[in-house]
C-alpha cells in the first residue's frame, strides 16, 4: 500500500513540475513576444510585426516543448532508476538464491516492502545455508561411521570361511559380493559427501591408465560374469602410456562406472573400456549396449541418488551415487565427464582427463 502511494505521489510531482514550468515559462515567452511586436508595429508598421510577431511566437513554443520533453526525459530516468534499482536488487538476490549461493550479500534499499522482501529472502537463504551444510557434514559423518563396521564384517567373514566350511562356496561369494558392494556404497558416499565440502583428498603420482583399466576389469570381472555381461577392453595404446592421476580414484571411478553400466545392460551384452589421446588429455571411455537412456536425461545421471528405470514400471535398486561419485573424482583431477549415446546402442560415458593436473 505504501509502495503504491509513494509511486502516486512521484508521479503526480513529476506531472506538477513538467507541466508547471513549461507553463510559466510559456507565459513569460509570450508575453515578452507580444511586447516586441507592439514597439514593431508602432516603428516599422503592423504587416512586418505580424510576420516577426509569428516567426518569434513559434520560436518560443518550440523553445517550451523542447525544455517540456528534456525534462519529461530527465525526470523519468530519476523515476525509473529510484523504482527500478530495489527491484533489480531483489531480483539478482532472488537469482543467487536460486543459483545456490546462499551467502550472497545483497543491499537493502527502496520501499518499505521491497526492503521486507529482501530482509525475508535473506533469512530463507541462512536457513537453507544452515541446513545444506548440516546435510554436507551428515553425509560425511555417516560414511566415516559406515566404513569401520562394514570393513570389520568382510575380514570376520573371510575369517569364519577359513576356519569353518560350514558356508558352502557359492553362498560366500554371493555374501562376500554384497559386502564388497557394502564398502563401495560407503566409500562412493564418502567421497561424494567430501566432494560437495570441496575436501576429497587425491593423491597424485605416476600410473599406466591401461594397467588401471585391466585392473578395473579383473577386479569386476565376477560380477559382470554373474550378470552374464561381456567386460572387456576396447581401443587401447599400443605403447606403455604414463600419467599424473591418483590410481585409487580412477579405480574407484572405474568400478562406479561399470557399476552403473551393468545395472543397465541385460544378459547377453557387453561393456567396453577403452582409452584415447586428445590434445594433451586423455580420454577414458566406457561403452555399453542396447537398451539405453535417453540421451536428455543422461547428464541427470550425474546428480547425487538420481536413478533412472530402463523399461517402463522397472525398479532400479541401487544408491544412485555412482555417477555421482565418478563426477567427483574427474573434477578433483581437473577434468570433464559426459554421457551420451554409445556405438554399442547403450550408454557411452566419456571422462576426459589431462596427462597431468595442474597445480594451484
Not at 517402463?312 to 559426459?338: F, N, W
Request: aromatic residues 6%; hydrophobic residues 50%; glycine residues 6%.
Amino acid at each position: 500500500m505504501r509502495l503504491s502511494r509513494g509511486l502516486f505521489m512521484v508521479l503526480a510531482a513529476q506531472a506538477l513540475l513538467v507541466t508547471a514550468i513549461p507553463s510559466v515559462a510559456l507565459i513569460i515567452g509570450l508575453n515578452f513576444v507580444f511586447d516586441r511586436f507592439q514597439t514593431l508595429s508602432s516603428s516599422l508598421g503592423a504587416a512586418v510585426a505580424r510576420t516577426v510577431f509569428l516567426r518569434e511566437q513559434l520560436i518560443v513554443i518550440g523553445a517550451v516543448l523542447g525544455v517540456m520533453l528534456l525534462l519529461m526525459l530527465i525526470l523519468s530516468s530519476m523515476i525509473a532508476n529510484r523504482i527500478g534499482r530495489p527491484q533489480k536488487n531483489l531480483l539478482d538476490a532472488s537469482n543467487a538464491v536460486a543459483e545456490g549461493n546462499f551467502a550472497a550479500e545483497f543491499e537493502e534499499i527502496g520501499p518499505q516492502e521491497t526492503v521486507v522482501t529482501m530482509r525475508n529472502l535473506r533469512r530463507i537463504a541462512r536457513s537453507f545455508d544452515r541446513l545444506e551444510t548440516a546435510r554436507r557434514t551428515w553425509l560425511v559423518a555417516i560414511a566415516e561411521e559406515l566404513r569401520k563396521p562394514v570393513a570389520t564384517l568382510g575380514d570376520q567373514l573371510r575369517a569364519a570361511r577359513e576356519s569353518d566350511n560350514v558356508i558352502q562356496a557359492e553362498s560366500f561369494e554371493n555374501i562376500d559380493d554384497n559386502v564388497q558392494r557394502l564398502i563401495e556404497i560407503t566409500e562412493d558416499l564418502q567421497a561424494v559427501a567430501l566432494a560437495d565440502l570441496g575436501r576429497l583428498p587425491v593423491n597424485f603420482a605416476q600410473v599406466d591408465p591401461c594397467a588401471l583399466i585391466h585392473n578395473a576389469i579383473w577386479t569386476n570381472k565376477r560380477r559382470a560374469e554373474r550378470a552374464r555381461v561381456t567386460l572387456e577392453p576396447g581401443k587401447l595404446p599400443a605403447t606403455t602410456v604414463l600419467v599424473k592421476w591418483d590410481g585409487t580414484r580412477i579405480e574407484q571411478l572405474f568400478t562406479a562406472l561399470i557399476e552403473n553400466s551393468l545395472r543397465y545392460t541385460p544378459p547377453g551384452g557387453r561393456i567396453q573400456l577403452g582409452l584415447e589421446q586428445s590434445r594433451g588429455a586423455w580420454r577414458l571411455i566406457i561403452d555399453d549396449s542396447a537398451p539405453g537412456i535417453d540421451v536428455d536425461l543422461a547428464q541427470r545421471l550425474f546428480e547425487p541418488f538420481y536413478r533412472a528405470t530402463v523399461l517402463p514400471g522397472e525398479s532400479v535398486t541401487s544408491s544412485g551415487l555412482g555417477l555421482a561419485t565418478a563426477q567427483a573424482i574427474v573434477e578433483a583431477h581437473h577434468g570433464r565427464i559426459d554421457a551420451g549415446a554409445s556405438p554399442l546402442g547403450g550408454v557411452r560415458v566419456m571422462v576426459i582427463l589431462p596427462a597431468t593436473t595442474p597445480t594451484a
